[in-house]
């Protein structure tokens, strides 16, 4: 079969979704899913370090970057309806402190299974290793898809597989993701297909990515985590902030904190930036900078005769505090804490409140969670995810300029605009 009257391009969290409300909306409507991936939603499986942060109780107040444009999706198709609808397909969830939402089996496969297993029961095609290439619209209103099919190769067989189909829709969702994590599935070609419909694609890079540091620094503390601010200033201006945890690695920054402010840094340099980025770590954010005055000053007093690449191991872990001495001036090993001047204390003081990092940009998309750009939104309809160029055209999920921060906030836009763009299709 080869004409559905609803095709999704993209296996993909919002694809399934879309896929799954459509079929339940109207059980007489031919649904296929074309997936070029062997296995669809093979990126839900990487989320959450495979325990699938599925969405976050903050979600409907998050800041998305065009946030007026998710808005009604995420209004109509709230944390509280997106739990419910996963309760409908079998599966519960639990929260965290930080408002995290995970499967309650604490895997992303249980998630993926349920909205496979509802794909099967609503009889839903799936056809994975099919790769578009090509769309147009017809004369008559139906979209026309140029595909190509790996198909096994028996043992001694000539061919290599591969074989070319054109399928035909009367209504298309593209669903095919952005260009974060090609090795899951999204490797950009979705925008392609609507750029060949007509439409806009604004500039893509990395968000929610590790940043690339001045290496000589971060690498001496390789492998360790700290909690601490962070900060990013452009051209001297600071652009971005967060708090949470760092991990240095030999390339510079990852963790939590340093992924959340990467979208600005990112942004810079995709847009022409050349330099002028720095990343201030904040490595004692609980203390004012007083309070540690007074306390490595004490520690000075008291122990004059430590070593003062000790001064600071009751703040931060040893290999760090040697590190941020080093920067602060001290580096005469033979040294003695008592040995310290009150400028001296001050330079330490201010380089644990202020550790100024060079930032050189990102790692790419093959590293990142979310891509940042996409499809332009005002091209399509926020209340029904169709495209405002083309009839019968829609689009949800990460193909579309919107993107959240770390914490489940990207799954809930994709399952809520996918949820979305599949009740309207009738």
Known sequence: ????????????????????????????????????????????????????????????????????????????????????FFKSLGLLTVSDSEGRIYPMSNTAASLLDALRFEADRLHIKTLCNTAVQSVAKLPDGRFSLSCTQTMPVPEGAKSNGIIRTVFF??????????????????????????????HHITLLFPALVQLVTDSATPKQMKGIRVSAAISVETDGVETAAAKGEILFTEYGLSGIAAMEVSRVVSAHFASGGTGGCCAVLDLAPALAKEELYVFVNNIALNNPALPIEKLLAGVLPG???????????????TEKAGMLTGQQLTAVVNTVKALRLEVKGTRGFDQAQVTAGGADVSEFSADSMQSRKVNNLYA???????????????????????????????
């Open 1 to 84: 079969m080869t004409e559905f009257d609803l095709i999704i391009v993209g296996g993909s969290a919002s694809g399934l979704c879309a896929a799954i409300q459509a079929a339940r909306m109207n059980s007489m409507l031919s649904v296929a899913v074309l997936e070029r991936m062997p296995r669809a939603g093979k990126k839900i499986l990487a989320t959450g370090n495979g325990r699938c942060n599925l969405s976050n109780i903050d979600a409907v107040t998050h800041p998305y970057h065009n946030a007026d444009f998710a808005k009604p999706a995420l209004a109509k198709y709230d944390v509280a309806k997106t739990l419910a």
């Open 169 to 198: 829709a009367d209504k298309l969702i593209v669903a095919a993701g952005g260009r974060a994590s090609p090795a899951h599935g999204s490797d950009g070609s979705g925008h392609e297909l609507l750029r060949q419909l007509g």
């Open 319 to 333: 290999r760090v505090g040697q590190v941020v001495c080093k920067m602060a001036g001290l580096h005469d090993s």
């Open 396 to 426: 949800c999920g990460e193909i579309l300029d919107v993107d959240g921060g770390c914490g489940g906030f990207n799954l809930q836009w994709a399952w809520s605009s996918g949820l979305l763009a599949g009740e309207l299709i009738r």
